[in-house]
């Protein structure tokens, strides 16, 4: 068994740190200071400039396969990518990506959403939650009825990341109520904006914000059908699997650096006339997080693992996103402890991760929903205890 980063790893992991301690970290106070008034930390047209820097570093597409020009790489490196982009709270992102099931797409499709997605021209948004079903994503009510070679969307699509800048919206609807969601009775559909839905922003604890996309008698043709007609709930679930490792991988990062600053703040902040970290109940919080955040990270790069090596790797990817939410969120609320009424300020990152990191334990599947997963693959003999 060897835990070590084999050279190439070793290689990509350190460029990408590079390019985030020159390119990105310097952005920091900026983003702080816009966001405390109210103003987003970083503007698109920043994003793509970055991105673009980047895309000449060899950067561009970490998940896009190389025949459209990304870098098509294993799901390990992604990961410890993802956990360098966690070690700043400057929301970038590499560019060259789009949603994973966007590949699905057919030819005339992927002229139309894929290929401007991927060049970062075109924004897209997946849309299956509702306001009466998240958890229960298969209890959807969006009803798409067919007429003639058009189908007639209604109804309500709430949370959506990038809702409010999409252009268009990967949309799973109703298409069969007799068959049920889960069993071929949803279907997803690829809408423009122009075709006339409309987002509403809703305001959350973090930065940024979500959108429901309201929908009223909105036509889409047949040919806007992703995939095939009742394939949009496996679809779906496709798209909500791929934020199983790459969520808790850059948990791993910010979870790394928020602890940084902690053994920072331990060793210079003196009180009674003494530093900070020569107190056991300082050094057991350091303690406790390091061990979490090591055993967090060997459960992603794990659940990584598993997707390179074509393994089923839903149970290993429920662990990892349960542990590592959980882990960052504790581990931050011990970092803000350590900081005192510092750490609560927002001339600090910390505050902000506070903010930032409670929303891992919900999307993408809540930690209950994931506590199901894994209980129900043992309970059904599904998963074995032990390697
Ligand atoms: C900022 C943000 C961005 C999001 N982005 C997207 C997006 O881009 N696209 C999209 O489609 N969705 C998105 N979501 C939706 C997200 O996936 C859902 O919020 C999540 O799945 C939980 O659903 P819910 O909010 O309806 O909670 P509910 O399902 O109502 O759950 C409420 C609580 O009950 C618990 N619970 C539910 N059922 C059970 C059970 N059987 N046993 C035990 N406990 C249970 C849950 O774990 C949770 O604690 C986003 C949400 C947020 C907040």
């Not at 740190?17 to 987003?40: Q, Y």
């Not at 948990?251 to 902690?262: C, D, F, S, T, V």
Request: net charge negative; aromatic share 8%; hydrophobic share 40%.
């Amino acid at each position: 068994m060897d835990f070590a980063l084999s050279d190439e790893e070793r290689a990509i992991r350190d460029t990408v740190r590079s390019f985030v301690v020159k390119e990105i970290l310097p952005l920091e106070d900026t983003v702080l200071r816009r966001e405390r008034a109210h103003e987003p930390g970083l503007r698109l047209e920043e994003l793509r400039e970055l991105q673009q820097k980047a895309r000449k570093f060899g950067f561009w597409g970490l998940a896009t396969p190389e025949e459209y020009g990304g870098m098509g790489l294993p799901a390990v490196l992604q990961s410890l990518i993802w956990t360098e982009l966690g070690r700043t709270i400057v929301p970038f992102r590499f560019g060259g990506e789009a949603d994973n099931i966007l590949f699905f797409a057919n030819d005339a499709q992927k002229e139309e959403f894929l290929l401007p997605t991927i060049e970062g021209t075109r924004i897209s948004c997946f849309a299956i939650t509702e306001p009466g079903a998240g958890s229960d994503a298969a209890n959807i009510k969006m009803s798409a009825r067919q007429d003639g070679d058009d189908w007639i969307l209604n109804g309500e699509k709430t949370f959506i990341t990038n809702g409010n800048e999409a252009d268009f919206a990967i949309v799973v609807a109703v298409t069969d109520r007799s068959l049920g969601a889960r069993k071929g009775g949803a279907t997803a559909f690829l809408v423009d904006r122009s075709m006339g839905w409309r987002s509403e922003f809703i305001q959350t604890m973090g930065e940024g914000g979500p959108a429901s996309l309201i929908f009223e008698d909105v036509r889409v043709p047949s040919r806007n059908i992703l995939g095939a007609v009742g394939q949009g709930f496996e679809l779906g679930m496709q798209w909500i699997g791929k934020g199983r490792y790459t969520i808790p991988s850059h948990a791993i990062g910010i979870a790394e650096r928020a602890l940084e600053m902690a053994l920072d703040h331990a060793r210079t902040r003196e009180t009674f006339g003494r530093a900070i970290g020569e107190n056991q109940a300082i050094q057991w919080m350091i303690a406790d997080s390091e061990v979490e955040l090591e055993a967090a990270r060997m459960l992603v790069l794990r659940a990584a693992w598993t997707v390179d090596s074509g393994r089923d790797p839903r149970h290993a990817s429920s662990m990892a996103k349960l542990y590592g939410a959980n882990m960052v969120n504790n581990v931050v609320d011990r970092v803000l402890q350590i900081h005192g009424g510092m750490g609560y300020t927002r001339e600090l990152p910390i505050e902000r991760w506070y903010r930032q990191v409670r929303l891992y334990r919900i999307f993408e599947g809540t930690d209950e929903m994931q506590r199901l997963i894994i209980s129900r693959d043992l309970l059904r003999g599904y998963t074995m205890i032990g390697l």
